[in-house]
Nanobody
Framework: QVQLVESGGGLVQPGGSLRLSCAAS????????MGWYRQAPGKQRELVAS?????????VDSVKGRFTISRGNAKNTVSVYLQMNNLKPEDTAVYYC????????WGQGTQVTVSS
């Protein structure tokens, strides 16, 4: 059984920071490239950051230099983190984690709202 649980979102002012956490339960995640996605109202879900099991990282241009993805592997649970600094109103979205290739069932996501 696989499960994705995201947490850490909230309301923050522009320029603020948040740290998102994802608990990915299921052995398949330990051999998967993991990513953080976001979906803003009226927009498609987009991949903003990804990390391989070897630690190679990619970011979408709009978050480079502001977001940092990391992961920790345990036997049946992978923890994926997203440190978000210098947040902007355009970062407002529901954030999700999932495998990058072959998405599994999505979790509930965590809402990030950047507003003054």
């Amino acid at each position: 059984q696989v499960q994705l649980v995201e947490s850490g979102g909230g309301l923050v002012q522009p320029g603020g920071s948040l740290r998102l956490s994802c608990a990915a339960s299921g052995s398949i995640f330990s051999i998967s490239t993991m990513g953080w996605y976001r979906q803003a109202p009226g927009k498609q879900r987009e991949l903003v950051a990804s990390i391989t099991i070897g630690g190679s990282i990619n970011y979408v241009d709009s978050v480079k230099g502001r977001f940092t993805i990391s992961r920790g592997n345990a036997k049946n649970t992978v923890s994926v983190y997203l440190q978000m600094n210098n947040l902007k109103p355009e970062d407002t979205a529901v954030y999700y984690c999932n495998r990058v290739t072959g998405n599994l069932s999505w979790g509930q996501g965590t809402q990030v709202t950047v507003s003054s």
